[in-house]
C-alpha cells in the first residue's frame, strides 16, 4: 500500500504519545515471507486481496504476536512450587 509506512509512523507515534506498546503486523508478516507468500501457502494464510487474512493467517498472526511479546519458557529442571515470576 503506497501510504502504508505514513499509517506505521502514525501509529507508532500514538502509541508513544500515550506510553502505548506498538505491534507492527506489516513487520511480523514480512518477517514470516511477507503478504505474497502468505497468499501463496497452502492452505493460505491471507486472501488474494493482499489486505485481509484466512482464519488459518489470523492465528498464524496471532502466534507470531506471541512469539514477539513473550519471552521463551525458562528452562529449569527445578519444579514449578508456585506461580510464575515467585520461584
Given at each position: 500500500?503506497?501510504?502504508?509506512?505514513?499509517?506505521?509512523?502514525?501509529?507508532r507515534?500514538?502509541?508513544?504519545?500515550?506510553?502505548?506498546?506498538y505491534?507492527?503486523?506489516?513487520?511480523?508478516?514480512?518477517?514470516?515471507?511477507?503478504?505474497?507468500?502468505?497468499?501463496?501457502?497452502?492452505?493460505?494464510?491471507?486472501?488474494?486481496?493482499?489486505?485481509?487474512?484466512?482464519?488459518?493467517?489470523?492465528?498464524?498472526?496471532?502466534?507470531?504476536?506471541?512469539?514477539?511479546?513473550?519471552p521463551?519458557?525458562a528452562?529449569?529442571?527445578?519444579?514449578?512450587?508456585?506461580?510464575?515470576?515467585?520461584?
Amino acid at each position: 500500500a503506497p501510504r502504508l509506512d505514513e499509517v506505521i509512523a502514525a501509529g507508532r507515534e500514538v502509541a508513544r504519545a500515550q506510553g502505548a506498546l506498538y505491534v507492527d503486523l506489516c513487520a511480523l508478516m514480512r518477517a514470516r515471507g511477507g503478504v505474497q507468500a502468505w497468499v501463496d501457502a497452502r492452505p493460505a494464510l491471507a486472501e488474494p486481496d493482499h489486505v485481509h487474512l484466512t482464519r488459518r493467517g489470523y492465528e498464524a498472526l496471532a502466534e507470531a504476536m506471541t512469539d514477539a511479546l513473550l519471552p521463551p519458557p525458562a528452562q529449569s529442571s527445578r519444579p514449578l512450587d508456585g506461580p510464575p515470576g515467585l520461584l
